[in-house]
């Protein structure tokens, strides 16, 4: 069974940086793209960055310049590098994999960290 557990979310001021990480586990034979969403309270699923597996970035208007993403295929893991954090970036942030097992081919998503940019 495959496994996506982020980790590092947590409480930081605005202006502070964090970073998540999401390790992907199990019958694993490639992962296509990889990729981080955000849910905020009341309001839909927003992708924040994706990654493609040769390491192309893609990332929303919102925060550009202010995040980057990064994978080792190696190791199976993707992280995203919050920097200049500001309240309005407090959600849920989930881990989204595009990836073949050894008998199919699915999408899957870990079940989200927390951050809250508060002071």
């Known amino acids: 069974q495959v496994q996506l557990v982020e980790s590092g979310g947590g409480l930081v001021q605005p202006g502070g940086s964090l970073r998540l990480s999401c390790a992907a586990s199990g019958r694993i034979a490639s992962i296509n793209d990889m990729a981080w969403y955000r849910q905020a309270p009341g309001k839909e699923r927003d992708l924040v960055a994706a990654i493609t597996r040769v390491g192309i970035p893609t990332y929303a208007d919102f925060v550009k310049g202010r995040f980057t993403i990064s994978r080792d295929n190696a190791k199976n893991q993707v992280d995203l590098q919050m920097k200049s954090l500001k309240p309005e970036d407090t959600a849920v942030y989930y881990c989204?994999?595009?990836?073949?097992?050894?008998?199919?081919?699915?999408?899957?998503w870990g079940k989200g960290t927390l951050v809250t940019v508060s002071s």
């Open positions: 989204y994999a595009r990836l073949f097992t050894t008998s199919r081919v699915g999408d899957y």
